[in-house]
C-alpha cells in the first residue's frame, strides 16, 4: 500500500513542478469556457434577441394583397427586430444586401400571393431565418382575412419529461464550464498514464521492479496517481469557474460521487490507450485526436442540444457524454440519487477499461520481454 | 544564392521530417476533414432542407391527414413521434415546439372551431411554426386551399447557390483553424533542433542563421500548402462547390491564410522559449481565434461585442473573404480588404518572429 501511494504521490508532484502542463490543463479550458460562454449566450437565452435591429430593405409592387402586407411589413413589426429601409424597386433593395447596407430584402411583388415573395440574404445567417420567419407569419394571417376571423382553440402545454433526458443549462458559461472539464479530463488523466511510458523509456520503471516492486503494484500506483490528478483538475476547474464565471456546480455530495466515477472512467480510457500505444510521443498526439473527437460527438464543444438526430445518438455511447449528462444534472438542482444511472455506468467502464489495458498491457510487456 | 539554397534545404528537410510521421497525416489531413464535415453537419443545413417540425397525431381523421399534408407543403419536414417522446426531445433542448393534433380535431373543424395543442419545451417561443398551424386549421375550417406559402430565398449573389454557401462557410472555417493549428505547432520544429543539437551545428558548419530562419518559415508554407492541396480535392470531392466563384475566388483567400498562419507560426516561434511553450500557445490560439473568427457559427448568432472582437482574427477576415467571393461582390474587389488584412498579419508576425529568433543566433 505504501509503494501505490508513494508512486502516486510521485506522478503528482511531477505534474506539480511541470508548468507548462499546468498551463495547458487549466489556461485552455478556461479561455475556451469565457469565448464559448460569451460568444453562444444568446442561443442558451429563453429570449433571444439581436443586439440591434435588422437592416431590412422593402421593396413593395403596388397590388391588392402586396400594398397591405408591404404596409404591415414597414410598420407592424416590431422595431427592435427590423429597420426597413424602402428601397425604390427589387434591384435596388438587392444593390443594398450585395453592397452590405442592409442584412436582408424582402421583394414583394404585385402578384402575390399567385407571385412568390423574395427574400434576398446572406444563406444560413440569423437574418436569412428571421426574415423568412417574419414574412411567412405576416402572409399566412393576411392570406384570407375571413380566414384570420375563426378562433383556433390553441391550448400551450409545457413538456414534462417522459424519460431520461440531458438538463438543459441556462447559461452558455455553466454549460461549457462542465462541457469543457468533460473533455479535459482525459487530458488531465493521460498525464499519468504517459508518464509510466516515460519510465519505461527512461528506464526507471525497470529500477523501481528491480528493488523488489512488482508489475501490479507500480501500475496500481499509476493508476490511483492518475485517477487523483484528474480529481484534482475537476477539483480546480469547479473552484475557478465558480470564482470567475460564476458557475454554479450544485450539490457537493453528488458533485464528489460522479467527480470519482468520472475520474475513473478517464483513468480507463488512458490505460487503454497507453496499452495499445507505448511510445510517448506518439501516445501524446493519438490521446489528443481521440479526446477531441470524443469531445466533439460527446457536446463538450457544440451543445448537445442542437446535434441532429445521428450525433445525438453516437454521443449516447460516449463516456463524456455521461459526464456532461451528470454533471448538468447536479448543477441542476439534483442530489446524488439523480446521477447514480451516469456514476454507475462510469465506474462500470471504468472497470471493464482497467482489465482490458490489464490484459493488453502485460500481452506488450511479454512481447517486449519487460516481464 | 547560396542562402537560398540553404533555406530551401532547410524547408524541405523539415517537410520530409513531418511526412515520416503517420501521426502527422491524422492531425494536418483527417481531424480537419472529420471536424469539418462533423461541423458542416450541425451548422450547415442549407437552405435545401426544410425546417423539422414535431407532429403528435391523436385524431388520425382525414383532416388531421390534411393538416399534416399542409404542413408538410409549407414545406415542414414533418416528423410524426408519440407524446412521449416528443415531451423528451423538448425539456432536452432538441426542439421548441411541437404541435399535438388532439383527438377530436377533425370534428372540431366541421363544427368551424378547430382545436390544437402546442407542446413547447422551456425556451419556447412563439413562431411561425403554430401559426402555420392555426392558418391550416383555419383553411381547413373554410374548405380552402392549402397550398404552400410563396416565400423564396435567394442569396445576394445571384450566381451563387444559397444551398450549399453555409456549407462552404462552415467548412472553410474549420479549415482555417486547422491551418493555425497545424502551422503554429509546426513552429516547435526549431526549439526541438536546437533542444537535439542540430541547430548549433549547422550554424557551427557555416550555414547563416538567417537561411535557418527562412527555411522554418518556407517550411510552413510548405505544409500549409500540402494541407490546403489534400484538404481541398478531398472536400472538393465530397461535394463543397470551392471552384463556384472561379478558382481565385478560393485560392487567394486560401494562399492568405497560409501566410497568415505562417506569419503567426513565426511569432509563436521567436516568442517562445521551448517547443512545449510553442505547443501550448498553440493549442490554445487556434481553437480561440477560430471562435472569435466566426468559424464554427455565423458572427450574427453572438454578442456585438464579440462581433468587434472578432477583427483581431485573421479567421475573421478570412471569413470575410469568402463571404465576399461566393455571397457578395464576388472574387476581386470586394476581397481586397480582408486579403490585405491577412497579409498584415503575415507581415507583423513575420517581423516579431524574426526580431524574437535573434536570440537563439548566439
Keep these: 500500500m505504501r509503494a501505490i501511494l508513494s508512486i502516486a504521490a510521485n506522478q503528482i508532484l511531477r505534474l506539480a513542478a511541470d508548468r507548462g502542463a499546468l498551463v495547458m490543463l487549466v489556461l485552455f479550458p478556461i479561455t475556451l469556457n469565457l469565448i464559448l460562454g460569451i460568444s453562444l449566450q444568446k442561443?442558451?437565452?429563453?429570449?433571444?434577441?439581436?443586439?440591434?435591429?435588422?437592416?431590412v430593405a422593402l421593396a413593395v409592387e403596388e397590388g391588392p394583397l402586396a400594398t397591405p402586407l408591404g404596409r404591415i411589413l414597414a410598420e407592424e413589426v416590431p422595431g427592435d427586430l427590423w429597420a426597413v429601409e424602402n428601397a425604390a424597386s427589387a434591384d435596388a433593395a438587392r444593390a443594398l444586401v450585395r453592397q452590405r447596407q442592409a442584412e436582408a430584402a424582402v421583394i414583394v411583388p404585385a402578384g402575390v400571393p399567385a407571385e412568390a415573395i423574395i427574400v434576398v440574404s446572406e444563406p444560413?445567417?440569423?437574418a436569412a431565418g428571421l426574415t423568412k420567419e417574419v414574412v411567412r407569419e405576416t402572409l399566412a394571417a393576411l392570406v384570407d382575412p375571413l380566414a384570420a376571423q375563426i378562433p383556433v382553440d390553441t391550448e400551450y402545454i409545457p413538456a414534462q419529461p417522459a424519460g431520461a433526458t440531458t438538463p438543459v443549462a441556462s447559461r452558455a458559461m455553466d454549460y461549457y464550464a462542465v462541457a469543457m472539464s468533460a473533455l479535459m479530463i482525459f487530458f488531465a488523466a493521460a498525464r499519468g498514464t504517459e508518464s509510466l511510458l516515460q519510465d519505461r523509456q527512461t528506464g526507471v520503471y525497470f529500477r523501481v521492479r528491480a528493488g523488489g516492486t512488482g508489475r501490479a503494484t507500480y501500475l496500481l500506483g499509476k493508476l490511483v496517481g492518475t485517477v487523483l490528478t484528474s480529481i484534482l483538475f475537476m477539483v480546480v476547474m469547479a473552484v475557478a469557474t465558480r470564482l470567475?464565471?460564476?458557475?454554479?456546480?450544485?450539490?457537493?455530495?453528488?458533485?464528489?460521487?460522479?467527480?470519482?466515477?468520472a475520474s475513473l472512467a478517464a483513468a480507463g480510457v488512458n490505460v487503454v490507450l497507453m496499452a495499445l500505444i507505448r511510445r510517448p510521443d506518439v501516445l501524446d498526439g493519438v490521446s489528443a485526436?481521440?479526446?477531441?473527437?470524443?469531445?466533439?460527438?460527446?457536446?463538450?464543444?457544440?451543445p448537445i442540444y442542437i446535434f441532429p438526430d445521428v450525433m445525438a445518438r453516437i454521443s449516447r455511447f460516449l463516456p463524456n457524454r455521461w459526464m456532461l449528462d451528470g454533471y448538468l444534472a447536479v448543477a441542476g438542482g439534483s442530489g446524488v440519487a439523480a446521477i447514480l444511472d451516469e456514476a454507475a455506468a462510469l465506474a462500470l467502464t471504468a472497470l471493464v477499461l482497467f482489465v482490458l489495458g490489464w490484459s493488453l498491457d502485460g500481452a506488450a510487456a511479454r512481447a517486449a520481454q519487460e516481464v | 544564392m547560396t542562402v537560398v539554397r540553404y533555406a530551401w534545404t532547410v524547408g524541405w528537410g523539415q517537410i520530409a521530417r513531418t511526412a515520416r510521421q503517420p501521426l502527422s497525416f491524422m492531425w494536418i489531413v483527417v481531424l480537419p476533414l472529420v471536424f469539418a464535415f462533423g461541423v458542416g453537419r450541425l451548422f450547415a443545413g442549407g437552405t435545401d432542407k426544410p425546417?423539422?417540425?414535431?407532429?403528435v397525431d391523436e385524431d388520425r381523421s382525414p383532416e388531421a391527414g390534411a393538416l399534416i399534408a399542409g404542413l408538410r407543403a409549407t414545406p415542414f419536414d414533418v416528423r410524426l413521434e408519440a407524446r412521449e417522446e416528443v415531451s423528451d426531445r423538448l425539456v432536452a433542448g432538441q426542439e421548441d415546439v411541437a404541435i399535438v393534433i388532439p383527438a377530436g380535431f377533425g370534428q372540431s373543424v366541421r363544427e368551424g372551431r378547430p382545436r390544437l395543442e402546442i407542446l413547447h419545451g422551456p425556451r419556447y417561443e412563439p413562431g411561425g411554426v403554430e401559426a402555420r398551424a392555426q392558418a391550416l386549421a383555419r383553411a381547413l375550417t373554410r374548405g380552402q386551399s392549402l397550398d404552400p406559402l410563396p416565400v423564396v430565398e435567394e442569396g445576394p449573389r445571384p450566381a451563387a447557390d444559397p444551398a450549399k454557401f453555409p456549407l462552404l462557410r462552415t467548412v472553410w472555417g474549420v479549415y482555417v483553424m486547422f491551418v493555425l493549428a497545424t502551422l503554429l505547432q509546426a513552429g516547435a520544429a526549431l526549439h526541438e533542433e536546437r533542444r537535439l543539437g542540430t541547430l548549433p551545428r549547422m550554424l557551427v558548419l557555416g550555414?547563416?542563421?538567417?537561411?535557418?530562419?527562412?527555411?522554418?518559415g518556407l517550411a510552413l508554407v510548405l505544409l500549409g500548402i500540402l494541407q490546403a492541396a489534400v484538404f481541398f480535392l478531398v472536400s472538393g470531392a465530397a461535394g463543397v462547390?470551392?471552384?463556384?466563384?472561379?478558382?481565385?475566388?478560393?485560392?487567394?483567400p486560401v494562399l492568405g491564410v497560409i501566410l497568415a498562419a505562417s506569419g503567426l507560426g513565426m511569432a509563436i516561434m521567436g516568442l517562445a522559449r521551448s517547443a512545449a511553450q510553442v505547443r501550448n500557445a498553440a493549442a490554445i490560439l487556434a481553437p480561440s481565434l477560430g471562435m472569435l473568427g466566426g468559424a464554427f457559427w455565423p458572427l450574427d448568432v453572438v454578442p456585438a461585442t464579440m462581433q468587434q472582437a472578432g477583427r483581431v482574427s485573421p479567421v475573421y477576415w478570412s471569413m470575410e473573404a469568402i463571404r465576399e467571393a461566393f455571397a457578395y461582390a464576388g472574387p476581386g474587389a470586394g476581397q481586397a480588404l480582408p486579403l490585405a488584412m491577412l497579409l498584415l498579419f503575415a507581415t507583423l508576425g513575420l517581423a516579431a518572429g524574426v526580431y524574437g529568433l535573434r536570440r537563439m543566433a548566439v
Design chain 2, 51 to 55: 425546417p423539422a417540425v414535431l407532429v
Design chain 1, 244 to 261: 470567475l464565471f460564476g458557475v454554479r456546480w450544485g450539490d457537493l455530495a453528488a458533485w464528489a460521487v460522479l467527480t470519482v466515477a
Design chain 2, 241 to 252: 462547390p470551392w471552384l463556384a466563384a472561379g478558382p481565385l475566388a478560393i485560392a487567394l
Design chain 1, 289 to 302: 485526436a481521440v479526446f477531441q473527437v470524443m469531445g466533439f460527438f460527446g457536446g463538450s464543444m457544440m
Design chain 1, 43 to 55: 442561443a442558451f437565452s429563453p429570449d433571444f434577441r439581436l443586439d440591434r435591429p435588422l437592416r
Design chain 1, 124 to 126: 444560413g445567417t440569423v
Design chain 2, 207 to 216: 550555414v547563416p542563421y538567417s537561411a535557418v530562419i527562412a527555411g522554418h
